[in-house]
């Protein structure tokens, strides 16, 4: 049984979806981040970065517990621990790390800039916005681009590198400028996954933010 500290976010999504997805056992233990919840104490005991979302594997590696926080490491370890939206194909495993990593690594930090200046910060801020505005456009380009050549991220087949962008997208996306708009493969490419009752069924356990246990 795998343990589930989430929230309703991006990151919390894609946690939920990869768990629907790979139809591993899983209890959601909702995070109050509102009142805290990842600040303390025994939540650092997991995820010493006080940062949501974390898994505790009861049945880990060698029957031992494992906890796991970073959203990229947890959809990896399901991915492998199911061989669920994990491509066999060598080509393919190494573009799916390749693809997943951009959406971490690049496009929420740069969305993530955005929502602190818009929520948590007093003044414009306008060069700082443009340069991140900037960085978001252009990384959703090369999205654009992919999604033009092959039907998912890492080629032919879905993989947890799509469940990486597709919330990010789908949250974030529309409250930039222009939203989606200059990104039509991009779209259709999020409906498309946007329909899958696993990913259904993930975001709807995740949005409900009642405690499962
Ligand atoms: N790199 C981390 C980022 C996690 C993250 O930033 N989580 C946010 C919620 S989406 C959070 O916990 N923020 C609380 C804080 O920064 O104190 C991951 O991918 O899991």
Request: charged residues 20%; proline residues 8%.
């Amino acid at each position: 049984m795998i343990d589930f500290y989430g929230f309703n976010t991006a990151n919390g999504q894609k946690v939920a979806v990869m768990l629907e997805e790979t139809g591993l056992p899983y209890t959601f233990k909702y995070l109050d981040m509102m009142k805290g919840a990842h600040l303390s104490d025994e939540y650092k005991a997991i995820n010493p970065i006080g940062k949501m979302p974390t898994i505790v594997d009861q049945d880990g590696p060698g029957g031992e517990p494992l906890a796991l926080f970073e959203t990229l490491a947890i959809s990896v370890y399901l991915a492998e621990k199911s061989g669920k939206l994990w491509p066999t194909d060598p080509r393919e495993r190494a573009l799916a790390m390749e693809w997943a990593t951009v959406s971490p690594a690049n496009l929420n930090p740069s969305f993530n800039v955005h929502y602190v200046l818009g929520n948590r910060m007093e003044g414009n801020h306008k060069e700082v916005r443009e340069y991140f505005t900037g960085q978001v456009h252009r990384i959703m380009a090369v999205f654009e681009q992919r999604l033009d050549e092959v039907p998912y991220l890492a080629g032919e087949t879905y993989t947890y590198a799509d469940v990486q962008l597709c919330p990010v997208a789908v949250i974030s996306g529309p409250a930039m400028d222009g939203g989606l708009t200059p990104y039509p493969n991009v779209r259709a490419w999020a409906e498309k996954i946007g329909a899958r009752p696993a990913v259904k069924k993930g975001m709807t356990v995740i949005a409900d933010g009642t405690p499962k246990s």
